[in-house]
C-alpha cells in the first residue's frame, strides 16, 4: 500500500508523489519535526542517496528536465535527466558536464553511497549529514556551507555522530522514541518523548525528555 504520511525523525526527508496512473505530480523535503501527508503516492528517503535508490526504477520521463547548457540551475531542486532523477547540491549555471561528473553540484543515484561529502556553497538544513575526511557530522543550524564553516570547525553548525556509540548508552545525533531506555552517566533513563538527540540534551539536562528509569 502506497506510502501516505512522512514524519522524518534524523534528517530531512526527499519526496515525490505520484498519481495512480504514475504520472509525477510533485517533489519536495519534508525537515525533521515536520510531517508532509498525501493521498497520492509517496516515495521517499531519508536522506539525497536513500531518495535515489527509492526512485532509481522510476523513468521520470519529462518530469522537471533539467536545463539546457548555460541555464541557471536551483540548489535543492529535484530534475530529471536521462530518465533519472538528481538532485541539484548548488545553485550555478548548466554546464556541459554529466551531473555524475560533477558531485559537488548533483546528488546522482549511486548503489550503495551513503551520506555525501560535505562541499562548498551548498545550501543544508538542519539535520542533514554530511561527510569530512571519512567523518560522519550532523548539521545543527540550517545554513548554506562555506570556507571556514567545514564542520570541524563550526560546532555552532556541525555535530560530531559518534562512530561506535556503546550499545544503551546515550549518544548524541541518535533517534529516540518513547519508553527506549539508555544510560547516561552510569544511571538509567526512559525516553518519554520521541526526539534526535543532541548536545545539551543529555538526559540529566532535560527532564521533559527523560526520566529515571
Known amino acids: 500500500m502506497p506510502a501516505t504520511k512522512i514524519t522524518p525523525k534524523n534528517q530531512p526527508a526527499r519526496w515525490i508523489t505520484r498519481a495512480p496512473d504514475g504520472t509525477i505530480e510533485h517533489d519536495g523535503e519534508t525537515s525533521v519535526g515536520s510531517t508532509t501527508i498525501s493521498g497520492r503516492e509517496l516515495i521517499h528517503g531519508e536522506d539525497e542517496a ?15 528536465p533539467l536545463p539546457a547548457m548555460g541555464e541557471p540551475i536551483e540548489a535543492g531542486k529535484i530534475y530529471s535527466h536521462n530518465g533519472e532523477f538528481v538532485i541539484a547540491r548548488q545553485g550555478h549555471t548548466r554546464t556541459e558536464h554529466a551531473p555524475a561528473d560533477v558531485p559537488a553540484l548533483f546528488a546522482t543515484h549511486r ?26 557530522y550532523r548539521c545543527i543550524q540550517t545554513h548554506q556551507t562555506q570556507t571556514g564553516w567545514e564542520p570541524e570547525n563550526a560546532p555552532a553548525l556541525w555535530e560530531l555522530i559518534p562512530n561506535d556509540p556503546v550499545a544503551g548508552e546515550w549518544a548524541s545525533g ?25 548536545v545539551g540534551w543529555e538526559p540529566p539536562n532535560v527532564p521533559a525528555l527523560w526520566a529515571g528509569a
Open 174 to 198: 541518535a533517534a529516540y522514541a518513547v519508553d527506549d531506555v539508555v544510560t547516561y552517566g552510569g544511571t538509567d533513563y526512559r525516553c518519554l518523548q520521541s526526539h534526535t538527540a543532541q
Open 50 to 64: 536513500a531518495f535515489l535508490e527509492a526512485v532509481s526504477a522510476i523513468a521520470p520521463g519529462g518530469y522537471n
Open 111 to 136: 548503489p550503495g553511497q551513503g551520506a555525501l561529502e560535505w562541499v562548498e556553497n551548498e545550501p543544508v538544513t538542519s539535520g542533514t549529514i554530511r561527510v569530512r575526511d571519512g567523518t560522519e
